[in-house]
């Protein structure tokens, strides 16, 4: 089933909690934690003190996207904090196996992200462990960007690859989803759609929420997706 994981990055930090209760009842199922470090990316935002206090205010997973330098310290931080999902990028894992296995060893569900330079072949060997991969469809760092159309690809890829390997990983896409781009995106193969901009935006939260799954799950292929 394609799911709205809403971005808080672009919500209204001075009232949280309102704007995921809004994003949750407009149908939106995940709550998506973009953490940044300002050195693996441009931009410093959320660390597990705000997982912490939003893990009260909701009984949704709190699934937390780790864009820094040395993940592996912070794992236990996380999971203490109550993340849900946790996933770390390809690129800055040296041992990335052992690092998907420390989150496991945490008691949350591990992730891997590639950025739209990477190539989807590098994790093949990692597949098997993980509950899903994330496709970054802009270059990390910053909400609002644009759209890059060669992700639908890499995306598709990704599904057949499931197919072939007879694995049931989910795939996830994050970076410029709005009603303009959720359609290529569903029908390619992702059922976790990462939206922040186009959620929480000009004050409707909820109904943006609610647009933007009705036209995702409208683009949805008959068959059923993915689930770890």
């Not at 904090?81 to 990335?96: F, M, T, Y």
């Amino acid at each position: 089933m394609v799911e709205l994981a809403f971005s808080i990055l672009a919500s209204d930090f001075a009232h949280l909690a309102d704007e995921v209760k809004a994003a949750e009842r407009g149908g939106g199922s995940i709550v998506h934690v973009d953490v940044m470090d300002g050195h693996f990316v441009p931009n410093i935002t959320f660390g597990p003190p705000v997982v912490q206090a939003l893990r009260p205010v909701t009984n949704l997973p709190l699934d937390c996207h780790l864009m820094v330098e040395n993940p592996d310290e912070f794992i236990p931080a996380f999971a203490e904090a109550g993340a849900d999902l946790l996933s770390v990028h390809q690129e800055v894992c040296r041992h990335l196996h052992r690092t998907l296995q420390l989150i496991s060893d945490h008691g949350m569900l591990p992730g891997v992200v590639i950025n739209p330079a990477t190539p989807v072949d590098t994790l093949i060997e990692v597949l098997p462990m993980v509950h899903y991969v994330l496709v970054m469809s802009v270059n990390p760092g910053f909400g609002g960007q644009k759209f890059l159309p060669f992700a639908v690809e890499k995306i598709a890829y990704l599904a057949e690859l499931r197919k072939q390997m007879g694995l049931n990983f989910r795939i996830e896409v994050d970076g410029g989803i709005a009603p303009e781009t959720v359609a290529s995106v569903v029908q390619a193969g992702a059922e976790m759609l990462v939206a922040g901009s186009a959620v929480f935006s000009k004050g409707k939260t909820e109904q943006n929420a609610k647009k933007l799954l009705k036209l995702a799950r409208a683009a949805a292929p008959d068959k059923p997706a993915g689930k770890g």
